[in-house]
């Protein structure tokens, strides 16, 4: 018998009770996503499944306890003296891990997506992509366990990973303000980065069994995916993201500038806050595509840059991620009848530095990313059924009675198994709902682990439930807009409080 199959065949042998244990899992985390709920009339989100975090956690034991029947740790390995060297080694392990986890994997997000009504087949691609990104958790795993001696030390490295991810987690994300930031590359070269030192790991282990080469090449490819993350500039992740964009042979020519525009009584007390203060700039885009419908064209813009100059020379950035000089900018607010005024509302939250940038004009720095979208073939849901949409299924659910009034509530659950993260564009369809509340798109989160994208929106009004309009997004053109603005008051665009426009007369 080869070698590599003698080698497989030991750990199966050995190792059996723990690969039935996590397919059993498996099979109860497809079981869960394959049945769940469409949606909830009564607007319960379905509860976040424990498999979706320990899932990968049991997987990387199993990797760990499959590497560690043939240590690689040490001068005492029985098989370097025989035959079989380190190559058939090597190829029986990522043949038991390519067995059971890989395939079995691959076939429950089959299964799911047979479920949900999804043909496998026709999204073969997207389930090719799963198998990337689920590859993306193994070599790092596969890496650490080479370099550690035993079970004990393996759980201690994921100990310590896992906590001082935890302990950093609210410094390393962008801050909840901003819902999409489906154009940040930096989770994708981070773990490049990891995967790539991942491999060199293995192969100094396995052909050299280099322990401490390998010890400092992980820890420098962790501290150098870490630093990648933290500290990757948001304008070169908006550079990369763009780049990567589908390009237009003629793009439209874009440039920022300061309308004199006021905001309304809805708009202050929107942004009014007693605690600090806040300055809404009326910004215009000009050279946006105008004339467009509902289902029309789609321009989304992101403030990536924003930096004021005051007049004695002092520069203030304002950052999501940390907010240590006081400033913080939001996202520019875009409505669906409003292509090219729009709102920056920049926000203060120390009192030293608004009086500092307050004193005199200040002048503005700043990078806009723009996308355009395009929105596909428009369908419509009604209540109580479950509709196919180009992308997907969406399904809809209606709670309250024609006297709750201003409690009834319409909700919308949509899944799809694109490839690319999408949204979904949302509105009711034959009437407006009064005093309703509704977002013009519904945001699909990429899920890691699971081959549906779910998103669900609701809109509360005084009529009864009204069929929904979906449709789906495409991506056609991205690109950054530098602008200045220089000479400006900030004291003249301070939102104070808001007064009713009746109150005031």
Request: hydrophobic residues 45%; charged residues 15%; aromatic residues 12%.
């Amino acid at each position: 018998m080869h070698p590599t199959l003698q080698i497989l065949r030991k750990d199966i042998e050995r190792l059996w009770w723990a690969v039935l244990f996590t397919l059993v899992l498996l099979a109860v985390w497809a079981f869960q996503e394959a049945t769940r709920a469409s949606v909830d009339p009564f607007n319960q989100p379905p509860p976040v499944s424990w498999l979706n975090m320990g899932l990968p956690f049991v997987w990387s034991l199993l990797i760990a306890l499959v590497l560690h029947e043939d240590s690689l740790v040490g001068d005492r390995q029985f098989w370097v003296a025989l035959p079989c060297g380190w190559r058939p080694l090597l190829a029986a392990k990522k043949a038991f891990i390519v067995a059971f986890i890989q395939l079995p994997y691959f076939l429950a997000t089959a299964a799911i997506l047979r479920a949900r009504g999804f043909n496998p087949v026709s999204h073969l691609p997207h389930l090719l992509w799963k198998q990337l990104v689920l590859l993306g958790l193994i070599l790092p795993v596969l890496a650490a366990a080479t370099m550690v001696k035993n079970l004990s030390q393996f759980m201690l490295l994921i100990v310590t990973v896992a906590s001082g991810v935890v302990l950093s987690s609210t410094s390393l994300n962008i801050a909840s303000a901003q819902t999409d930031n489906t154009w940040d590359v930096r989770w994708i070269l981070a773990l490049s980065t990891l995967c790539a030192g991942a491999v060199v790991v293995v192969m100094l282990q396995f052909a050299r069994r280099f322990t401490l080469r390998s010890r400092v090449v992980g820890v420098i490819t962790a501290f150098a995916a870490a630093s990648l993350y933290s500290w990757l500039p948001r304008d070169t992740s908006a550079a990369i993201y763009v780049a990567f964009s589908p390009v237009q042979p003629d793009p439209p020519a874009l440039s920022v500038s300061l309308a004199s525009r006021e905001p309304d009584f809805y708009q202050q007390r929107r942004w009014y806050n007693f605690q600090r203060t806040t300055v809404l700039l009326p910004v215009t885009v000009d050279g946006l595509p105008f004339g467009r419908d509902a289902y029309g064209t789609e321009v989304r813009l992101d403030q990536i840059v924003l930096e004021m100059t005051g007049a004695n020379g002092d520069k203030y950035e304002a950052d999501w991620l940390n907010y240590s000089n006081g400033v913080r900018r939001n996202r520019i607010e875009a409505r669906l009848d409003e292509l090219g005024e729009r709102w920056q509302a920049i926000s203060f939250y120390i009192p030293a530095v608004w009086n500092s940038t307050s004193r005199g004009p200040v002048t503005i720095h700043g990078r806009i990313l723009a996308r355009f979208y395009r929105w596909g073939e428009h369908t419509e849901v009604r209540q109580g059924e479950r509709t196919e949409i180009p992308v997907g299924y969406c399904s809809n659910a209606f709670r309250g009675d024609a006297t709750s009034g201003p409690r009834t509530l319409s909700t919308l659950d949509c899944e799809t198994a694109e490839v690319a993260p999408g949204d979904l564009l949302v509105l009711p369809t034959g009437r407006l709902f009064e005093h309703a509340f509704y977002g013009p798109s519904l945001f699909l989160p990429d899920p890691w682990l699971s081959p549906l994208r779910h998103g669900t929106n609701s809109i509360a009004g005084n009529v009864l439930a009204t069929p929904w309009t979906v449709a789906p997004k495409t991506l056609f053109h991205a690109v950054l807009i530098d602008y200045t603005i220089p000479n400006v008051d900030l004291n003249r665009y301070v939102v104070h409080e808001p007064v009713k426009p009746e109150a005031a007369k």
